[in-house]
C-alpha cells in the first residue's frame, strides 16, 4: 500500500493505490481557504475494510446486478451475491478492495492499474483495466481503459462522497443540488431499475433547477434519502462540451462557503447517494464523525443492470474493443 499526494495551484489531492481510492482532496472557498472536501480514512489501511467505499474505484461494474446472472453469447454466468441477493458494486472482493499496481507518477498525475483474472467474483474473462488521475488547473480528470479476453461487462465509477463545507456542517442537506436529467430510472424494492424511464418533472427527483439536497430527502423512507439513477441529457452545443466527449452531468453548491462543483461525463447516467446509512461509526482525516447525509456520492455510470434489460446500453465490453471512460470534477467558487 501506497500513499501519493498530488497537487497544483488551485487543488492537493492525496491517494492510496489501495482501491485507487482518494483519501482527500483540498480546494479554496470563495476567499481562498482550502479544505479537504471528501469522505476518506486517516489510516490507508482501513481501504481494505471500506463498506461505505469512500473514494475507491467500483468494478467491475457498479450498482447491482439482479441476482447476479448475467447471459451473454447464450451463456449464463452467476456472479457472486453480497447484498439481498444481488450482486453489489463488484463483488466481496471487487476493484475498491484490490491493490493496484503504479505505473506512472508525477507531482500532477497518477496512472495505476489491475488485472482482474477470470473468473473473479464470476465475472468471465481476463481484463485489464487502468485509472488515471490528473489535474488540469481547477479539475480532477479521472479517465478508465479496460481490455478483456472475453466478452464481459464493464461498468467502472469512483466513488468519492462529498461535503462542499469540508464538514464543517456534518450535513450536506444545505448544499443545492442541479442534474441535467429529465428521467431517471424507475426501481423496484430490491434497488433494481424495472427497465422503465420516467420523468422527473413534478417528483421530489427534479433537480433541473437547483434545489436543497434537504428539501425533499424524506420523500424516500425506505431509501433513507436518495439512492437514484438519473438519465442524462446529452446536449449537442459543442461549447458545453469537454475532454472525451464529457458533459455536464451535475452542479453542487455550498451557499456557506462558495464552492461549486461541477460533474462532467461521457455515461449515460449519475447515480446520486446521499450517505443515506452512515452512522457516525467512521471518522476521517476533517476529526469528524461520518453522518447519516453527511455527504452526498455523484457516481458517473451506464445504467445499473444494464446487461439484463435490453433497451439499456448492455456494457459489454468484446475483446478486441477498448472500454474508455472519462469523469472530470470541476472546481470553482461563487
Not at 459543442?238 to 462557503?257: K, Q, W
Not at 462532467?264 to 476521517?284: I, M, S
Request: glycine share 8%; with cysteine; hydrophobic share 30%.
Amino acid at each position: 500500500m501506497q500513499l501519493f499526494n498530488l497537487q497544483n495551484k488551485n487543488i492537493a489531492l492525496s491517494l492510496t493505490n489501495l482501491g485507487a481510492a482518494i483519501q482527500t482532496l483540498c480546494v479554496p472557498d470563495r476567499v481562498g481557504r482550502p479544505v479537504n472536501v471528501v469522505a476518506g480514512f486517516n489510516d490507508i489501511s482501513r481501504y481494505g475494510d471500506n463498506p461505505d467505499y469512500l473514494g475507491c474505484i467500483v468494478g467491475r461494474c457498479v450498482n447491482r446486478i439482479d441476482s447476479g446472472r448475467l447471459r451473454i453469447d447464450g451463456t449464463t454466468y452467476q456472479l457472486t451475491l453480497n447484498e439481498d441477493g444481488n450482486h453489489l458494486h463488484g463483488g466481496f472482493e471487487g476493484f475498491s478492495k484490490k491493490v493496484w499496481t503504479v505505473k506512472e507518477s508525477t507531482n500532477h498525475s497518477l496512472l495505476l492499474e489491475y488485472y482482474s483474472p477470470d473468473g473473479e467474483e464470476g465475472y468471465p474473462g481476463n481484463l485489464h483495466v487502468t485509472v488515471h488521475y490528473a489535474l488540469k488547473d481547477n479539475a480532477l480528470e479521472i479517465r478508465y481503459t479496460a481490455e478483456t479476453d472475453k466478452p464481459t461487462p464493464v461498468n467502472l465509477t469512483n466513488h468519492t462522497y462529498f461535503n462542499l463545507t469540508g464538514f464543517t456542517d456534518p450535513l450536506v442537506t444545505n448544499h443545492e443540488l442541479k442534474v441535467n436529467a429529465r428521467e431517471y430510472s424507475e426501481k423496484n424494492l430490491r434497488n433494481l431499475p424495472t427497465g422503465r424511464l420516467l420523468p422527473v418533472a413534478d417528483t421530489p427527483l427534479d433537480f433541473k433547477n437547483p434545489q436543497c439536497i434537504g428539501k425533499n430527502i424524506d420523500a424516500f423512507p425506505r431509501d433513507h434519502g436518495y439512492d437514484h439513477n438519473f438519465v442524462l441529457d446529452r446536449p449537442h452545443d459543442g461549447p458545453t462540451l469537454r475532454a472525451a466527449g464529457a458533459v455536464p452531468a451535475a452542479e453542487l453548491y455550498d451557499p456557506t462557503s462558495g464552492r461549486l462543483l461541477t460533474v462532467f461525463t461521457d455515461q449515460p447516467c449519475l447515480q446520486v447517494y446521499t450517505a443515506n446509512w452512515w452512522t457516525g461509526a467512521a471518522k476521517g482525516p476533517q476529526g469528524v464523525d461520518y453522518v447519516q447525509h453527511g455527504a452526498v456520492a455523484l457516481e458517473t455510470q451506464n445504467f445499473p443492470d444494464a446487461p439484463n434489460h435490453g433497451t439499456f446500453p448492455s456494457g459489454i465490453l468484446r475483446p478486441g474493443s477498448l472500454y474508455k471512460s472519462t469523469t472530470i470534477f470541476e472546481f470553482g467558487t461563487k
